[in-house]
């Protein structure tokens, strides 16, 4: 299944006057695997946390944001398997 994660508060060194972002796109078996793997790819500070909901209950200006803004990110990042779609770059030593 399909998850869209959401990054929730606002930090100035990640998502400057933004209380929610859309963050990526999961592909996983669970609500908490998807959560998981977008945590341990993405940067949260003290007052952040994430969110997963299923693609099909997802807001439709939200998906297209996070496929938009990937494009350029999924050319050129060493692409985790499970992540589908993200706004921000993965880092260069992500295992997949």
């Not at 869209?4 to 990526?24: A, F, H, I």
């Not at 949260?44 to 909901?53: H, I, P, S, T």
């Not at 099909?56 to 050129?76: F, I």
Request: glycine share 4%; net charge positive; charged share 20%.
């Amino acid at each position: 299944m399909e998850y869209l994660v959401y990054r929730y508060g606002s930090n100035k060194l990640n998502q400057p006057m933004r209380y929610e972002l859309p963050l990526c796109v999961v592909v996983a078996g669970s609500r908490a695997e998807a959560l998981k793997v977008a945590q341990s790819y993405h940067q949260l500070y003290r007052n952040q946390f994430l969110e997963a909901v299923p693609v099909s209950r997802a807001k439709r200006k939200d998906l297209d944001e996070v496929y938009v803004r990937s494009w350029g990110y999924n050319a050129t990042a060493k692409q985790h398997p499970q992540i589908i779609a993200t706004v921000e770059p993965l880092p260069s030593d992500c295992s997949v």
